[in-house]
């Protein structure tokens, strides 16, 4: 079975706005879990559907975010089992930023991410 073709100039909104969305999940991770040498401690997983932060303490749960791809969906899931979905559609970062930040609100571990100057 032959890889199909991947034209990235077509591809090329899409592969940029994921990017952005990853950066968006990866400051939540940032932003809740000790620093470790060299960023180690932030990278995204790949997963049966996407990627994922794995799973990040908080106070009294613990958390993940998912970019299910398949699903169209960023699944934000707590252990205590609250759940919220995010659809992966067109939209700015700003946006998507701003539905994260009421998701995480919504699950009861609101997460402030400083941006860099």
Known sequence: MSWPELPYAALRPTADTLQLWAQIVGKVRLARTPWINHGWHV???VSARGLTTSL???EGTSLELELDLL???LVVRCTDGGEQRI???ARTAA???AEVMQ???ALG???P???AQ
Request: proline share 8%; with cysteine.
């Open 103 to 105: 998701a995480l609100d």
């Open 43 to 45: 990278p995204l997983y």
């Open 71 to 73: 699903g169209h969906a």
């Open 113 to 115: 991410i400083v941006r």
């Open 56 to 58: 990040i303490a908080c």
């Open 87 to 89: 659809a992966l559609a």
């Open 109 to 111: 571990v609101p997460t």
């Open 95 to 97: 946006d998507f930023y």
